[in-house]
């Protein structure tokens, strides 16, 4: 257990929709990742933030925003949501962000039909 | 762009078969270089981190090794809880836009049989 939580685990919706990955960082980490996995890109970062503010910023769609709340835990909503989007969501989190472990949640597995 | 390249995409080893998985990369400026195992369907979990040529780590039957163009994750007489898919990543220097950033490749997927 690396102590970062992620819920829902399973999200199930319909095309056009929106919904909303929730992540709570390891007690004392400031920064949170968030990453998509899916089987043809493999793990793909998508966004960063550091306690409160984005850090960094990968190649992640308009369609999707996050935002980090003043207790640390963050939020990943996807909106207008495609079949393409189906993939397992994750978040990591680390100290501080320049070069210490980043560790990852368990997941949140979107199913788009 | 920073690229990473993992090798084998699978590896099918017996129990006890020693081997080693290979990570390939191109980065500009490397600032750490991440090993992780994951199961199916789970988060990854960290492993290693080596941040510079020459560098090695050792944990139960795994040891990273680190040059300025590749690492390598040798496993020793493995056995089959060490089945899993093994991902490397780069953390570049850059900063900026990517400050956090980690760029993964795609995985080698390691399967002991008994």
């Known amino acids: 257990d690396s102590g970062v939580t992620q819920t829902p685990k399973h999200l199930i919706t319909a095309t056009g929709q929106r919904v909303t990955l929730r992540c709570s960082p390891r007690?004392?980490?400031?920064?949170v990742y968030w990453y998509q996995q899916s089987l043809d890109q493999g793990l793909q970062f998508l966004i960063q933030?550091?306690?409160?503010?984005?850090?960094a910023k990968g190649n992640i769609l308009e369609r999707f925003s996050a935002q980090q709340f003043p207790d640390l835990h963050s939020e990943l909503n996807l909106s207008s949501l495609e079949l393409g989007d189906s993939a397992l969501y994750f978040c990591?989190?680390?100290?501080?962000?320049?070069?210490?472990?980043?560790?990852f949640g368990p997941g949140t597995r979107l199913t788009v039909l | 762009e920073d690229q990473v390249t993992q090798s084998p995409e699978a590896l099918r080893l017996q129990e006890g078969e020693s081997s080693s998985l290979n990570c390939s990369y191109t980065?500009?400026?490397?600032?750490?270089l991440f090993w992780y195992r994951q199961d199916p369907g789970k988060g990854p979990e960290f492993l290693f981190t080596?941040?510079?040529a020459g560098e090695e780590k050792e944990k139960e039957r795994l040891k990273a090794t680190l040059t300025k163009k590749e690492s390598f994750l040798h496993i020793t007489a493995p056995k089959p809880e060490d089945s899993a898919t093994y991902l490397c990543?780069?953390?570049?220097?850059?900063?900026?836009?990517?400050?956090?950033?980690?760029?993964f490749g795609q995985g080698t997927i390691l399967t002991v049989h008994p």
């Open positions: 007690s004392g980490d400031l920064s």
């Open positions: 933030y550091y306690n409160g503010e984005e850090r």
């Open positions: 990543a780069v953390q570049a220097r850059a900063g900026g836009t990517s400050y956090g950033k980690l760029t």
């Open positions: 080596l941040y510079s």
């Open positions: 980065v500009s400026g490397l600032r750490g």
């Open positions: 990591a989190s680390s100290v501080v962000g320049i070069t210490d472990t980043q560790y």
